[in-house]
Nanobody, 114 residues
Framework: QVQLVESGGGLVQPGGSLRLSCAAS?????????LGWYRQAPEKQRELVAS???????EYADSVKGRFTISRDNAKNMVYLQMNSLNAGDTAVYYC???????WGQGTQVTVSS
């Protein structure tokens, strides 16, 4: 069993920043696992925002390149998403995912609004 718990969402003004955190636990080897951040806006499909492999290779959606940074701390079983220069288009529920599995967190709401 795997548990993923996101935190760090909230309301932020356009141009602001947030840092999301995902705490992972359970019966799996975190340091050998790839992880991703997805988001889902109202009436839109869930999309992959950023991913990080077990060796730290990262990939980003075109819409967030240069603004978002995914990172991991294997000692703490944590994955992070630093989000800068936020705009209204980033408003969504953000989910942590253990890649290539059906393990998801409960999501954290990010709202960008003035």
């Amino acid at each position: 069993q795997v548990q993923l718990v996101e935190s760090g969402g909230g309301l932020v003004q356009p141009g602001g920043s947030l840092r999301l955190s995902c705490a992972a636990s359970g019966n799996f080897a975190f340091r050998f696992s790839g992880l991703g951040w997805y988001r889902q806006a109202p009436e839109k499909q869930r999309e992959l925002v950023a991913s990080i492999t077990n060796v730290g290779r990262t990939e980003y959606a075109d819409s967030v390149k240069g603004r978002f940074t995914i990172s991991r701390d294997n000692a703490k079983n944590m994955v992070y998403l630093q989000m800068n220069s936020l705009n209204a288009g980033d408003t969504a529920v953000y989910y942590c995912n253990l890649l290539q599995t059906e393990y998801w967190g409960q999501g954290t709401q990010v709202t960008v609004s003035s």
